[in-house]
């Protein structure tokens, strides 16, 4: 039980580090837009290999864990979540990645689209994955519905950008400017997803309850 216990602590420190590096690229993959930054954009992409690499090392850990310690219970659910938070946030990593390669896009010499609820959108996302992996660390289950329930918001920001930008785009012919910032907003509610994704598992975690594709109010 010891060495179930040290090598379940050492799988959390791993998730936490990965959780760490995709949130630092998500937030620098806004701010190199937002300062126009396109070193800050290149440095991004370059991390995508550190999470792939972080990706592989759980994976191998997680499998060596069930074969030597087999756990059980809520230990192995634990081990079988951190599998897809594994997944979840590798995808976290591949979405600030597009949104950098959109950035180098943009055209900032004519770039004037203010950028404020884009920001906005990014906030909230930021705190949705944050709190997602507090949830399933610290057993949370209100931590975990307030990550769920903040999905709407985002999906809301995303539709309000769209519709921003389809009408700068038909009253300035701007489409070269806009249709980067249409992408970016996709990415960033699937970042979101992902972060709802992981605030289902802390659920799954601490109850034994599956609650993806369920309502907020049936949780």
């Known amino acids: 039980m010891r060495l179930l216990d040290e090598d379940l602590k050492q799988l959390r420190v791993k998730i936490s580090n990965m959780a760490q590096l995709a949130l630092n690229m998500f937030n620098d993959s806004i701010e ?18 550190k999470v792939d ?7 191998n850990f997680c ?18 979540s951190a ?24 055209d900032f010499v004519n770039f004037k689209v203010d950028t404020s609820e884009i920001i906005d959108m990014k906030d909230r996302t930021a705190l949705m994955l ?6 399933f660390f ?28 389809a009408q700068i785009t038909n009253e300035q012919n701007a489409s070269t400017l806009t249709i980067p910032m249409i992408f970016i907003a996709r990415a960033i ?22 609650c993806k594709h369920k309502r907020i109010k049936d949780l």
């Open 32 to 49: 190199s837009l937002v300062n126009k930054d396109l070193s800050l954009a290149q440095k991004v992409k370059e991390s995508d290999d």
């Open 53 to 59: 690499a972080l990706d592989n090392d759980i994976d």
């Open 63 to 80: 499998a060596n864990l069930i074969a030597l310690r087999s756990p059980l219970a809520e230990e192995l659910r634990l081990v079988l």
């Open 83 to 106: 599998l897809k938070i594994d997944i979840f946030l590798e995808r976290v990593a591949d979405n600030a990645t597009n949104i950098s390669e959109w950035v180098e896009k943009i």
């Open 130 to 135: 944050e709190t997602a992996i507090e949830s």
């Open 138 to 165: 610290s057993k949370d289950h209100y931590k975990a519905i307030f990550v769920i329930d903040s999905d709407d918001y985002v999906d809301k920001r995303e539709l309000s950008i769209i519709k921003t930008m």
């Open 189 to 210: 509610e699937r970042i979101a997803d992902q972060a709802t994704n992981i605030a289902e598992l802390s659920i799954y975690v601490t109850t034994g309850k599956i």
